[in-house]
Antibody
Framework: QLQLQESGPGLVKPSETLSLTCTVSGGSISSSSYYWGWIRQPPGKGLEWIGSIYYSGSTYYNPSLKSRVTISVDTSKNQFSLKLSSVTAADTAVYYC?????????????WGQGTLVTVSS | DIVMTQSPDSLAVSLGERATINCKSSQSVLYSSNNKNYLAWYQQKPGQPPKLLIYWASTRESGVPDRFSGSGSGTDFTLTISSLQAEDVAVYYCQQYYSTPHFGQGTRLEIK
């Protein structure tokens, strides 16, 4: 059974860079034609897709966040990562890592449990 | 960007009754070359990640009870729960994956 687990600091200071890692188990991140992505959800609010990556390193980003987002992949560790720069309180959210069924233009069929990141001094 | 708008924002339905949630896209999400609607529905219970219920607008994900159904095409879509069960209390989101993935704002479903 595929499992995804987010990890990283739960508290980030304003103007700094948020960094999270998603560890995939129960399957290889590079063995099949899946895109792997990040989605966030501010407390009590809706879902926002941040971006997604293929094991080769090909990325797609939400245009509204593109200038601040970097998603990378480490196939040797079966992980992919998110960096969001110049954070503000508006970036406080539960961050989910997830898998697209195939490409970015397919539904998201596996989700991690999510990790809350709070932006505060 | 294709923006998704759901209605209503919240809904209260009696156990055993039908629940209907609507989702409208700002542009068509029907891809003419394969005649598929790039639209999914998710269920999110408190403290849990979303769960995929329906994709291609009307295809039920494996393991999803058949009381859940999706319909619609182009820009207007509906999620129907034919007979509401207590465990269906959740927030439901539609999502288009035709272009930059975008979710609706969510519809909170409660028991009346």
């Amino acid at each position: 059974q595929l499992q995804l687990q987010e990890s990283g600091p739960g508290l980030v200071k304003p103007s700094e860079t948020l960094s999270l890692t998603c560890t995939v188990s129960g399957g290889s991140i590079s063995s099949s034609s899946y895109y792997w992505g990040w989605i966030r959800q501010p407390p009590g609010k809706g879902l926002e897709w941040i971006g997604s990556i293929y094991y080769s390193g090909s990325t797609y980003y939400n245009p509204s966040l593109k200038s601040r987002v970097t998603i990378s992949v480490d196939t040797s560790k079966n992980q992919f990562s998110l960096k969001l720069s110049s954070v503000t309180a508006a970036d406080t959210a539960v961050y989910y890592c997830a898998r697209h069924r195939l490409t970015v233009t397919t539904p998201i069929d596996y989700w991690g449990q999510g990790t809350l990141v709070t932006v505060s001094s | 960007d294709i923006v998704m708008t759901q209605s209503p924002d919240s809904l209260a339905v009696s156990l055993g009754e039908r629940a209907t949630i609507n989702c409208k896209s700002s542009q068509s999400v029907l891809y003419s070359s394969n005649n598929k609607n790039y639209l999914a529905w998710y269920q999110q219970k408190p403290g849990q990640p979303p769960k995929l219920l329906i994709y291609w607008a009307s295809t039920r994900e494996s393991g999803v009870p058949d009381r859940f159904s999706g319909s619609g095409s182009g820009t207007d879509f509906t999620l129907t729960i034919s007979s509401l069960q207590a465990e269906d209390v959740a927030v439901y989101y539609c999502q288009q994956y035709y272009s930059t993935p975008h979710f609706g704002q969510g519809t909170r479903l409660e028991i009346k």
